[in-house]
């Protein structure tokens, strides 16, 4: 009888050392393998932001240019890393300098050491571009929540921004404390976001998600199944959503969703959410060119509140899109890129309204 105690206490300690070690090689060889895509840039905490930069160098314009051609700096949706621009900033890469990162607790960036609000992100992202010596003017592109974080750093240094570039960006009246219904949801998610905790630590989260994106996908539909009618509706909206991104970079978003680290950041953007509402809800329009891309599937923003954003803000509505705009219809984001560019180093604001004017009748037809 005591044998048989021994080994029910025995086999659940083994199947966890084994999971970790499983993880802990995996973390390891996922490093070695992707993380020499980009450069590691060391803050004045001592922490590191990792940085992708692709195109041109500014600084080694030719003379006659009027002026410098500015750096496009990508910022992502709450849970996304740099690896979600990846289409869209090759592009762009051909004619601009172009920057994409992992915000603080996300992809392969240290741990947050603040409040995931749009001014603290704002403040260490102008950091890492300080640090990286990556010059400005800045052409600021961000998507959802991303949105928020760009229109932040334009309110707090709007000597350094150009423009603008708001991908289906997030409502802030729609999340708490504004309004309450979603607080639930928030809730939730950040519950959800600590349990992944533990499951990755123990190589779960890497067995499922290598499983999804790499492989058969036979554990993930194991996972989904044993987590019930959420758990399916989850992998499927990630199947759908990833599978829009570029097959190679799969492999990478896997590594990043593999680790405890990444379930942090999560649960820390997810708490953060009311705090950053509050924060936006008395934002001081901005005064510079914005371009807002809003999907055929969302209510455009009605004058009112594209003023409360700024005063020169252009709503291009891109009529097949979802959510992710850059990643259904990119080649409207470029658009929007290309023409924020072109006015900052032409100064002429008639100039781009006549390509925002293209913008939207692209975008109609």
Same mark, same amino acid.
């Given at each position: ?183 639930? +949801? %928030?809730? @939730?998610?950040? /519950? ?7 499951? =990755?630590?123990? $190589?779960? #989260? ?5 499983? +999804? %994106?790499? @492989?058969?996908? /036979? ?7 044993? =987590?019930?009618? $959420?758990? #399916? ?20 978003? =896997? ?111």
């Amino acid at each position: 009888m005591a044998r048989l105690l021994w080994l029910f206490a025995l086999v659940p300690a083994l199947l966890l050392s084994v999971g970790w070690a499983y993880q802990w090689i995996g973390e390891r060889r996922d490093r070695r393998r992707y993380l020499g895509r980009g450069r590691m840039v060391k803050l004045e905490d001592g922490r590191q932001t990792y940085v992708s930069e692709m195109g041109p160098d500014p600084r080694l314009n030719s003379a006659h240019d009027s002026a410098p051609t500015p750096t496009v700096v990508f910022e992502s949706g709450i849970a996304a890393t740099s690896q979600n621009w990846l289409q869209v900033q090759e592009q762009v890469a051909g004619y601009a300098r172009a920057v994409s990162y992992d915000r603080g607790g996300l992809g392969w960036s240290s741990a947050c050491a603040t409040a995931r609000t749009p001014t603290n992100i704002a403040r260490e992202l102008r950091q890492t571009l300080r640090q990286a010596g990556i010059p400005g003017p800045y052409v600021l592109v961000g998507h959802s929540f991303g949105g928020l974080v760009v229109r932040r750093y334009a309110a707090l240094y709007p000597g350094e921004v150009a423009g603008v570039v708001l991908v289906d960006p997030m409502r802030a009246e729609e999340w708490p404390p504004l309004n309450e219904i979603q607080r639930p +949801l %928030l809730e @939730r998610g950040a /519950r959800l976001a600590g349990y992944g905790v533990p499951v =990755a630590r123990f $190589g779960l #989260a890497r067995l499922a998600t290598t499983s +999804l %994106l790499c @492989r058969s996908g /036979r554990a993930s539909r194991f996972f989904s199944r044993a =987590a019930g009618g $959420g758990g #399916a509706h989850v992998m499927e909206r990630i199947t759908c959503e990833v599978g829009k991104m570029p097959r190679d970079v799969w492999p990478v978003v =896997a590594a990043h969703w593999s680790t405890p680290n990444f379930y942090r950041g999560l649960r820390a953007h997810v708490r953060a959410v009311p705090a950053s509402v509050a924060e936006m809800q008395g934002a001081a329009a901005l005064d510079i060119p914005v371009v807002l891309l809003t999907p055929g599937s969302s209510e455009p923003l009605c004058r009112e509140r594209l003023r409360r954003i700024g005063s020169d803000v252009q709503q291009v509505i891109a009529r097949n899109s979802g959510h992710w705009i850059h990643l259904d219809e990119p080649e409207l984001v470029l658009e929007a890129i290309r023409g924020a560019v072109e006015q900052a180093r032409h100064g002429s604001r008639a100039q781009t309204s006549a390509q925002v004017s293209a913008l939207v009748a692209s975008a109609a037809r």
